[in-house]
């Protein structure tokens, strides 16, 4: 009983921490995801356009977008964190903090989401750009009249996917300078060894990732015919 | 108003076609018939654009289409519709977006959008579909809406890509029945590639015969099934079994004479007996069409096809 009253008490004082932290999370999360969409989503149409099978295959250009891609891919995110420090100091003007861990979960995230909303392109059944080919559209119209209203269920899930993985990593860059949720439990948690925000720090983040899934979900089933 | 000379295509150095020349007149039903992989639907896919030839001519509506640019192929193609095996519909979008689809790509006011949806959606009986989606019609549906997206431009030829190979009979035959009204009503030329032997006797009226990438056979619909050579007859599938011994005669009896007691009549004339050893009666085109093998001795041959050349309208040959 007087366990359970100290569980109260603390977690009451650690509400402030906790909601600034989530605060934080949220920005971080989705405003990366937003614009690692954006980038994301002109890379998939390049990678649409130039593949072999492609509107306009282009090998070059699939070929050099393919690789970097990969390579970007290939880094550990934490890694990528430390890596991008230059690049986030000259683009931010400091590498810590919520605002700068946008730039690594961004640059990290959209190479990531280039290959989802590739692979919702390539969902399209070919003879239905076929046949709007017989009809005389133009390979402009093809992408935004054909190719991007048939994948917007399959984007959209894409997007949840993405967000769910950014809300994950935005936790890992909170251990390296980055705020948040990770953070918390990384400082309090970890070295102060505070199982109680250990506990709240995880159970905020499966509430989010519930939430964001739901929404996606929903989202998917109205729009998808 | 199609045009193909010496047309042949090489893909990964292997003939694909090779050298077809044809002329399909305006209004008329045709059919490029072949096996699988025989190359027909290339072919079909050439006279819009969609694959390139390498060699020969091909000119559609007077306009060669190798040396097309982007866009005026695509202007030739908004002359052009076309409906495919898998219906190829947008699953996003529903009926009537579908088929205000290349309307609205080529920039139609709305007004006019509405009002030739409308008329097309009256010709394919399915004003009551009109706000549903792909994924609620059946095969059959999915495949009027995507024969009227293909009239939405008012095109004066319309390509048919296997349209009916994933449907049922029934529904076959109501689909064969919308393109003849298409093709009687609004003067669409219509060329049709299939592999059903069916779909060609019912609706076509010339016939273009592919094997491997070589025509094997061209002309009309009753010359193809009803004298078949001997490639026709590997191709069909109908290898006649005939008695070597006595003569062979192969009558044809062309639709005006088909139901005539023939047959039947010449052995009571002529008081003689004789064996039919193969024979079959098809429905071309609406019209009726027969051909019969009779065996009989070598001796009474003469008095058989000297009855049949006096007394009847069968045309004849000796085996």
Redo the contacts between chains.
């Keep these: 009983m007087e366990a359970l009253v100290t569980f109260f008490e603390k977690s009451l004082a650690m509400k402030s921490v906790l909601m600034d932290a989530l605060l934080e999370t949220l920005t971080m999360s989705l405003v990366s995801t937003f614009l690692a969409t954006l980038i994301g989503f002109v890379l998939a149409i390049i990678l649409i356009t130039t593949d072999k099978n492609g509107i306009a295959p282009n090998a070059y250009t699939y070929k050099f977008l393919d690789v970097t891609i990969n390579m970007l891919r290939s880094f550990p995110f934490i890694i990528l964190i430390i890596v991008l420090f230059p690049v986030t100091k000259f683009l931010v003007g400091k590498h810590t903090g919520t605002f700068a861990m946008i730039v690594p979960l961004t640059i990290g995230t959209a190479p990531f989401i280039a290959r989802m909303i590739e692979g919702a392109f390539k969902e399209v059944d070919s003879s239905v750009v076929e046949a709007a080919k017989s009809f005389g559209t133009s390979k402009f119209q093809i992408i935004f009249r054909v190719l991007l209203p048939e994948a917007y269920p399959s984007i959209i899930s894409a997007i949840t996917l993405s967000l769910i993985i950014i809300v994950g990593f935005s936790a890992m860059a909170g251990t390296v300078g980055g705020g948040g949720l990770g953070a918390v439990a990384m400082n309090y948690g970890y070295y102060r060894f505070d199982g109680i925000y250990i506990f709240w720090t995880v159970f905020i983040l499966i509430v989010l990732v519930q939430i964001f899934q739901s929404i996606g979900d929903f989202l998917y089933k109205i729009i998808k015919h | 108003m199609i045009d193909i000379k010496h047309l042949s295509k090489y893909f990964n150095n292997q003939k694909v076609l090779d050298d077809i020349s044809l002329h399909v007149n305006a209004g008329e039903i045709f059919a490029i018939v072949g096996h699988s992989g025989a190359g027909k639907s290339t072919l079909l896919r050439c006279i ?1 654009g ?1 694959e390139s030839y390498s060699e020969g001519n091909l000119s559609v509506l007077d306009k060669e289409v190798k040396t097309l640019s ?2 005026e ?6 002359h ?3 409906i ?1 095996q ?1 219906f ?7 009926v009537y977006d579908n088929i205000a ?2 309307m ?3 920039g139609y006011d709305k007004d006019a959008i509405q009002k030739r949806v409308d008329e097309l959606l009256s010709l394919i009986g399915l004003e009551h579909k009109k706000f549903a ?3 609620e019609l059946s095969g059959g549906q999915k495949q009027r809406v ?1 024969i009227a ?2 009239l ?2 008012n095109p004066k030829i319309l ?1 048919s890509d296997e349209a009916t190979s994933a449907l049922d009979p029934n529904t076959t035959k109501s689909i064969l029945e919308l393109l003849q009204e298409i093709n009687a009503k609004l003067g669409v030329t219509i060329i049709i590639v299939t592999h059903e032997m069916d779909v060609v006797k019912k609706v076509a009226s010339r016939a273009l015969l592919l094997e491997d990438g070589k025509v094997i056979g061209l002309g009309r619909i009753e010359e193809l099934f009803l004298k078949p050579d001997e490639k026709m007859m590997k191709f069909l599938g109908e290898d006649e079994e005939l008695p070597s011994e006595g003569a062979n005669i192969r009558l044809f009896f062309p639709s005006n004479v088909s139901y005539q007691p023939i047959v039947t009549q010449m052995a009571r004339e002529l008081d003689l007996n004789f064996n039919i050893v193969w024979g079959k009666l098809e429905k071309l085109n609406n019209h009726v069409v027969g051909s019969l093998v009779i065996n009989v001795d070598e001796q009474t041959a003469n008095v058989v096809t000297h009855y049949l050349q006096t007394k009847t309208e069968v045309i004849w040959e000796i085996l």
């Design positions: 819009n969609l982007a866009s192929l695509n202007s030739l193609r908004s052009i519709g076309m495919f898998n190829s519909l947008l699953n996003q979008k529903n689809l290349p609205s790509v080529w989606y792909p994924k995507a997206r293909a939405t431009l390509l």
